[in-house]
């Protein structure tokens, strides 16, 4: 192993000013990691994830190493939809704890050198967010019915749905309301839950609230935003139906041309602050040029890379969607950014067990054939590639414990309302939200303290006390040694700073590119072991080298090329 690894910016006071701790601004490179806050940790026994939980947890994320982390919502939620139903933009759930809390946590963080990113829902609310209640009791055509999208039905009676727009969730995306005096009255649109109406981002009130929510949280410390649904908030005048939609302009509810004013204007408010303050846009659009508008340099930072996120395990399919990537990104100056799981979609151990490794919302393979040595395997490369790439990188907590999908969780307890919306076609993705295991203690493996009054909101497997954080802490095997190694050896190494990629030929099933003229990485997706290039120093590997030192099959390696004083 080699003796080059340095003191990781943790090892410092973190950079209040900004000041980077990298080239270029942090959220160029970071390593960001998603806490699910409901399933993170509970730190007053009920079960539930909560701040306090995150905040008694911030030194074993320290000791990780990571640069930041995305809390998904944390705002007043009924949770129809995991808190993306948003009651109130400005405050804290009160089963997750309260504003001060928040404030806490940010300056807590901060104080570790950990930066924090928020997750904001623009596209829609809650169904008790007061504007909401308002628009119900008011009259078609008044001013807080014209916050969302209420439109008459079709059909003799007003009987049928406006148009023909599904919501993600399954169903139609349009829900009937009833009027005062009983009859049936206008529908409203929700892209998802009915529980979440769309908001109309035509009216300009639309962008003043959520121009003032930014502004509420920036001024609170938070370093960065992610953006939900970042496409979809605009929708094609007139509402056609997407049946009979000219495909050349892509769909009626996504990805139109007028959204990307909001992002400008957006910008500008975060460029007004101090720091590097930093959008992240979660967008799920299907091609790659339309996706590379958002990053155009006045408008988001970053956004989540989708696409690469659901390649299949496949050599010509990965490499394809990274050239993709940094063919799109070069041009406009914006990093790449490399996920792999998050709380909407199949944990990639899981994933990269099954026949077919791509993810797809349309089949999440649930129940298929799964081999788990396999996929663990797989995930422990898969790590490795991903913190080798230009870019940031982002980890789904959990994710650095190996964590599997759990696939057999009981029917009755599931509680992503995909499940019910779908009509049991589609589990959802309570799998991938189970609480997470830091200790052997055996009624919530350490996920609520020992004098719990409930048990947590879904069911751990027993099993899963063998890889709890507390049991990986002294394994030097274990996925969480990996991960830590594998942060700490990435901010050692001076080529992974830059955006520079060269790929380099190692045979016909590698994947393998140097970063500048030292640092060099191979991933053998064949069968065979694989021979390595000539190097000077073996930094780290997923798995152990064969006894000839050749690469097994779906194993990666770090390597340093030349001599350190090189
Ligand atoms: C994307 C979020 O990641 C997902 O969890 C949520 O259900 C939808 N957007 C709707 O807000
Ligand atoms: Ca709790």
């Known amino acids: 192993m080699s003796s080059t690894i340095s003191l990781s910016p943790h090892d410092e006071p973190f950079p209040a000013s900004g000041a980077p701790t990298t080239a270029g601004p942090w959220w160029r490179n970071a390593v960001v990691y998603q806490v699910y806050p409901r399933s993170f940790a509970d730190g007053n026994g009920d079960g539930i994830g909560d701040l306090t939980g995150i905040r008694a947890r911030l030194p074993y994320l320290s000791k990780l190493g990571v640069d930041a982390l995305w809390i998904n919502p944390w705002y007043p939620s009924p949770m129809a939809d995991g808190g993306y139903d948003v009651a109130d933009y400005r405050d804290i759930e009160p089963d997750f704890g309260t504003l001060a809390e928040a404030e806490a946590l940010i300056a807590e963080a901060h104080t570790l050198g950990i930066r924090i ?78 529980e979440q109406p769309d908001l109309n981002w035509d009216n300009p009130e ?8 930014l502004q509420f949280w920036f001024d609170r410390g938070v370093d960065g935003i992610r ?70 340099p006045d408008e988001l930072h970053t956004a989540f890379n989708f696409d690469f996120l659901s390649c299949p395990w496949d050599k010509a399919t990965m490499r394809s969607s990274i050239d993709t990537t940094m063919r799109l990104n070069g041009p406009i100056g914006a990093p790449a950014t490399w996920v792999l799981s998050n709380h909407d979609v199949t ?12 993810f797809s919302f349309a089949d999440r393979r649930h129940g298929a054939p799964n081999d788990a040595v396999l996929g663990m395997r797989r995930a422990r490369a898969a790590a ?42 589609d589990p959802g993705r309570d799998g991938c939200r189970i609480p997470l295991p830091w200790s052997t203690e055996p ?93 000077e120093t073996l930094l780290l590997t997923s798995s152990p080298l064969t006894e000839d030192g050749r690469l097994p099959a779906d194993t990666a390696a770090w390597l340093r090329l030349t001599p350190a004083s090189d």
Not at 164 to 192: E, I, K
Not at 206 to 213: A, D, M, W, Y
Not at 513 to 519: D, K, N, Y
Request: hydrophobic share 40%; aromatic share 10%; charged share 25%.
């Open 443 to 535: 009624t919530s493996l350490g996920f609520s303290p020992a004098d719990a009054t409930a048990a947590p909101w879904l069911p751990q497997p027993a099993r899963w006390a063998a890889v709890s954080a507390e049991v990986q802490e002294t394994d030097p095997a274990s996925m969480l040694a990996l991960y830590r190694a594998v942060i700490k050896l990435r901010k050692a190494q001076p080529g992974l700073l830059t955006d520079d990629l060269d790929w380099i030929d190692c045979g016909d099933d590698c994947l393998s590119f140097t970063r500048g003229p030292q640092f060099g990485f191979v991933l053998n997706l064949g069968a065979e072991p694989a021979v390595l290039p000539a190097h």
């Open 117 to 194: 990113i928020i997750d904001l829902v623009p596209n829609h609310c809650s169904d008790v967010h007061p504007w909401f209640i308002e628009a119900l009791a008011a009259a078609p055509g008044s001013v807080a019915r014209e916050r969302f999208h209420f439109l008459e039905g079709k059909g003799a009676n007003g009987e049928l749905p406006p148009n023909d727009w599904q919501s993600r969730f399954g169903g139609p995306a349009w829900t009937r309301t009833v009027n005062a005096d009983g009859t049936p009255g206008q529908w409203y649109l929700h892209l998802y839950a009915p």
């Open 347 to 358: 944990r990639h151990v899981t994933r990269y067990g099954k026949e077919d490794t791509s």
């Open 384 to 425: 490795l590639l991903t913190m080798a790439l230009p870019g940031s990188v982002y980890v789904y907590q959990g994710e650095e414990l190996g964590l599997d999908e759990i696939e057999d969780l009981d029917d009755s307890l599931r509680q992503d309302p995909v499940w019910e919306r779908s009509e049991h076609r």
């Open 227 to 296: 953006i939900d649904v970042a496409d979809g908030l605009i929708k094609e005048p007139g509402l056609p139906d997407g049946e009979g939609f000219d495909p050349a302009k892509g769909v009626p509810y996504s990805d139109r041309d007028g959204v990307h004013d909001i992002y400008r204007a957006w910008r500008a408010i975060a460029d007004s602050y101090d720091g590097d303050r930093v959008f992240v846009g979660e967008m799920w659009i299907p091609d790659p040029e339309r996706f590379a508008m958002y990053l155009r």
């Open 206 to 213: 639309i962008r003043t609230e959520f121009e003032g929510v």
